[in-house]
């Protein structure tokens, strides 16, 4: 199913600025191998030109340990992509839609090589951007509804997608007017 523009990610900003902020991320580390960042004068810089860049706060990415984390691409992917927004009349179908792609590890067409292509699963299941987009819109979201649970046997179990929309729909939605369908 494809989503309203205002809940898809947008890639075409993100792919826009991916290929700078990814030149800028690696170039930093570069420079700290090089020289080092004792003072963290160079990383706030970097910290500047990515915030002018994409109105982000840098804050919640780490810039100098990417490494660590899913790599350059990934972040530098996460830094370019527009954050999510409230979305008015959100409808069923679309929450439904979103939570199918947060449960299900199938990728549309695994040859495809664009943009959207290579992050799309990222998209899924790495990146917050759903996440943070039903944190915005269901007042009752919570990245539990996505993980195991132990019941009072001790037996594990996952909500289904039906339980977690059912949830979620049924407790409504943040300063928006459910369109039940």
């Known amino acids: 199913m494809e989503l309203r523009n205002e809940i898809e990610p947008d890639f075409e900003t993100a792919e826009k600025r991916y290929p700078e902020?990814?030149?800028?991320?690696?170039?930093?580390?570069d420079w700290c191998e090089e020289h080092g960042d004792e003072n963290n004068s160079e990383y706030k810089k970097l910290e500047d030109k990515l915030q002018a860049m994409t109105g982000k706060e840098m804050s919640q990415f780490n810039l100098w340990e990417?490494?660590?984390?899913?790599?350059?691409?990934?972040?530098?992917?996460?830094?370019?992509?527009?954050?999510?927004?409230?979305?008015?009349?959100?409808?069923?179908?679309?929450?439904?839609?979103?939570?199918?792609?947060?449960?299900?590890?199938?990728?549309?067409?695994?040859?495809?090589?664009?943009f959207k292509g290579m992050f799309y699963n990222y998209i899924c299941f790495g990146s917050d951007y759903y996440p943070d987009f039903l944190k915005l819109n269901f007042k009752d979201?919570?990245?539990?509804?996505?993980?195991?649970h132990k019941d009072k046997d001790g037996n594990y179990f996952e909500y289904s997608q039906e339980e977690i929309v059912d949830i979620?729909?049924?407790?409504?939605?943040?300063?928006?007017v459910k369109n039940k369908k």
């Open 66 to 114: 990417w490494w660590e984390g899913d790599g350059a691409e990934h972040l530098s992917f996460d830094i370019g992509l527009p954050d999510p927004q409230i979305v008015e009349d959100i409808t069923k179908d679309e929450l439904t839609e979103i939570v199918r792609r947060m449960n299900t590890f199938e990728i549309p067409d695994p040859d495809d090589q664009s």
């Open 141 to 148: 979201y919570h990245i539990k509804f996505f993980q195991a």
């Open 21 to 29: 902020v990814l030149k800028l991320v690696l170039d930093y580390a």
């Open 168 to 176: 979620l729909w049924n407790n409504g939605l943040n300063n928006h």
